[in-house]
């Protein structure tokens, strides 16, 4: 793929192409408003338009699937889009798995202290077979 360089310049390429239709257009309108119009040059002018309005379509199509690529963040040469997405996702799945692990500690330790609790009081014979307190 093209660097930025050269895409700037397909880019002005494409508008000199798009000035270049239009002149074609003018000429040809020109020619057929006159009183004594040539229709070999109107002919000529048509054409010449509609070649380069076809290349103008086929490289802005170029420039538009680019973009696209660009944009949907698949991977392409020149640019560090894509693997900028990769990483920021990874950040994100990190953080995510950081806070449930957090959570899983946090289940942990609330459920060995109702279970030290537990076993301190069957220990000091304090407890029911209900598991409540006799004092």
Known sequence: ????IERIQVLDEIEKDIITCLQCAAQALLELGKERSSQKQAE???????RTLSQVESKLSDQINYLTQVSTGQPHEGSGYAS???LQMAWHRLEHVRSWVNELERHKASHLAAGNRTTVG???????SSGTSTQ
């Open 1 to 4: 793929m093209a660097g930025p």
């Open 84 to 86: 900028q997405k990769v």
């Open 44 to 50: 000529s002018n048509t054409s010449q338009f509609l």
């Open 122 to 128: 069957v220990l000091n014979g304090n407890m029911t």
